[in-house]
């Protein structure tokens, strides 16, 4: 008998995912991991935060809790701890009530929630991301109304920087009302962020050509280990005035990847908008999923407000942006002592998680193919693979790799 699924015809895989799999099949001992977004420890291990252990079995504990659903707009207590983290507890829009957070699933489905509401509620339609970005960006916005997406130049693979007058030149020829969406820090996959200086001249620019940002903040504390440094641009756009929306992830920096933990942060110029404003995310969100889950946001909370759990979380995003930073000055160093053709100084001029090495598509299939390592096909790795025991062999089989295809 015939199915009526008969002609659906399979989908692409998902690069990092396909990735992730062809790792886990691969039998070889030398096999090292640089494409999942993840944090590993030096052992290649992942790691359950220990003050997530210490709230988690807090709440367990807990009799008052129960499992009753959240209210659609998900834990107070959260997403006001998630809206201070990230514009200050001493902000003057907090204070005057002009901005809240609205729990949502992770930083994608901040995204989509916000996408959803300029489309369908504003009915923006134009926006525009970087080149290169991640992925899921086009995607999500497309999916959630929006008809047109343009890029804006980001990355320039000559200097292995940011391209910023192309950058500046691209935002000046946006059309008025266009919606930017802007790597709040750690910026990925290319680990690039612009200086502080470089943020002003945007946000001038932004101001100028009425262009709504968008800012997508997945890395806060775990870029550079401070919180505040990381939020510097958010908190400048903010403090110039700017409404804007702020998709925020606790995946890497509370290590809560499965959990699905996410605020959208909404800044407006005035309290007055609040309550339609809500209302309307509020059936945005009944129609979508109707309501978040608990218990990765009861951790966060109980983490972020009680000082000395949050003092503890401090401390670990501090290790974690510490050992990251050890690994980009290894893996240079060793790249430096084997006379790898190249400059790699991006390597530690970049920061967080990811860096976009500028391996091409034919290195990369050697790394993999003959080396084992898996990276991703635009030569973006994820520096949490490395560790001591294996950077001078990722290193090895980068030097090789380019010289393997320096003629070509």
Same mark, same amino acid.
Request: proline share 4%; net charge negative.
């Given at each position: 008998?015939?199915?009526?699924?008969?002609?659906?015809?399979?989908?692409?895989?998902?690069?990092?995912?396909?990735?992730?799999?062809?790792?886990?099949?691969?039998?070889?001992?030398?096999?090292?991991?640089?494409?999942?977004?993840?944090?590993?420890?030096?052992?290649?291990?992942?790691?359950?935060?220990?003050?997530?252990?210490?709230?988690?079995?807090?709440?367990?504990?807990?009799?008052?809790?129960?499992?009753?659903?959240?209210?659609?707009?998900?834990?107070?207590?959260?997403?006001?701890?998630?809206?201070?983290?990230?514009?200050?507890?001493?902000?003057? =829009?907090?204070?005057?009530?002009? *901005?809240?957070? #609205?729990?949502?699933?992770?930083?994608?489905?901040?995204?989509?929630?916000?996408?959803?509401?300029?489309?369908?509620?504003?009915?923006?339609?134009?926006?525009?991301?970087?080149?290169?970005?991640?992925?899921?960006?086009?995607?999500?916005?497309?999916?959630?109304?929006?008809?047109?997406?343009?890029?804006?130049?980001?990355?320039?693979?000559?200097?292995?920087? #940011?391209?910023?007058?192309?950058?500046?030149?691209?935002?000046?020829?946006?059309?008025?009302?266009?919606?930017?969406?802007?790597?709040?820090?750690?910026?990925?996959?290319?680990?690039?962020?612009?200086?502080?200086?470089?943020?002003?001249?945007?946000?001038?620019?932004?101001?100028?050509?009425?262009?709504?940002?968008?800012?997508?903040?997945?890395?806060?504390?775990?870029?550079?280990?401070?919180?505040?440094?990381?939020?510097?641009?958010?908190?400048?756009?903010?403090?110039?005035?700017?409404?804007?929306?702020?998709?925020?992830?606790?995946?890497?920096?509370?290590?809560?990847?499965?959990?699905?933990?996410?605020?959208?942060?909404?800044?407006?110029?005035?309290? *007055?908008?609040?309550? *339609?404003? =809500?209302?309307?995310?509020?059936?945005?969100?009944?129609?979508?999923?109707?309501?978040?889950?608990?218990?990765?946001?009861?951790?966060?909370?109980?983490?972020?407000?009680?000082?000395?759990?949050?003092?503890?979380?401090?401390?670990?995003?501090?290790?974690?942006?510490?050992?990251?930073?050890?690994?980009?000055?290894?893996?240079?160093?060793?790249? #430096?002592?084997?006379?790898?053709?190249?400059?790699?100084?991006?390597?530690?001029?970049?920061?967080?998680?990811?860096?976009?090495?500028?391996?091409?598509?034919?290195?990369?299939?050697?790394?993999?193919?003959?080396?084992?390592?898996?990276?991703?096909?635009?030569?973006?790795?994820?520096?949490?693979?490395?560790?001591?025991?294996?950077?001078?062999?990722?290193?090895?089989?980068?030097?090789?790799?380019?010289?393997?295809?320096?003629?070509?």
């Amino acid at each position: 008998m015939p199915s009526i699924f008969d002609n659906v015809e399979m989908g692409p895989p998902i690069e990092v995912f396909a990735l992730n799999k062809a790792f886990l099949e691969d039998n070889s001992p030398d096999k090292v991991n640089l494409g999942v977004g993840a944090y590993r420890t030096e052992e290649g291990k992942p790691w359950v935060l220990p003050v997530v252990k210490k709230a988690e079995k807090e709440i367990v504990d807990d009799t008052s809790l129960n499992h009753e659903y959240l209210p659609v707009l998900g834990l107070d207590s959260f997403s006001s701890a998630a809206t201070g983290l990230l514009l200050g507890e001493d902000s003057i =829009q907090i204070k005057n009530k002009c *901005a809240f957070g #609205i729990q949502t699933l992770s930083g994608t489905g901040a995204l989509r929630l916000g996408a959803e509401f300029l489309a369908i509620v504003m009915k923006r339609r134009v926006f525009y991301y970087s080149d290169p970005t991640w992925e899921n960006h086009q995607k999500v916005f497309l999916s959630a109304g929006f008809t047109e997406g343009h890029y804006y130049r980001y990355w320039d693979p000559k200097t292995r920087a #940011i391209d910023f007058e192309g950058f500046c030149a691209d935002l000046k020829n946006a059309p008025e009302g266009a919606v930017i969406i802007l790597h709040a820090c750690a910026h990925n996959p290319t680990g690039c962020d612009p200086t502080k200086e470089q943020w002003v001249k945007l946000a001038d620019i932004i101001e100028e050509k009425k262009l709504f940002p968008f800012f997508d903040s997945a890395y806060q504390g775990f870029a550079s280990g401070d919180p505040v440094h990381d939020a510097f641009a958010v908190r400048y756009f903010v403090e110039r005035g700017f409404e804007l929306f702020c998709s925020q992830s606790f995946a890497k920096n509370f290590g809560l990847y499965n959990e699905r933990v996410g605020n959208l942060t909404v800044v407006q110029s005035s309290s *007055a908008t609040s309550a *339609a404003v =809500q209302s309307l995310m509020t059936l945005l969100v009944r129609f979508m999923y109707s309501n978040p889950p608990a218990f990765g946001g009861r951790i966060v909370s109980k983490v972020l407000n009680t000082p000395e759990l949050r003092q503890e979380w401090m401390d670990s995003i501090r290790t974690m942006s510490s050992r990251i930073i050890k690994m980009r000055a290894l893996l240079k160093e060793e790249l #430096i002592n084997l006379k790898t053709p190249g400059n790699w100084d991006h390597v530690t001029n970049q920061i967080g998680m990811f860096s976009y090495t500028g391996l091409n598509e034919e290195q990369v299939k050697i790394l993999i193919s003959k080396f084992h390592i898996y990276l991703l096909s635009s030569g973006r790795i994820n520096m949490c693979g490395l560790n001591e025991k294996n950077y001078k062999y990722v290193a090895h089989a980068i030097h090789e790799a380019i010289l393997a295809t320096k003629e070509h």
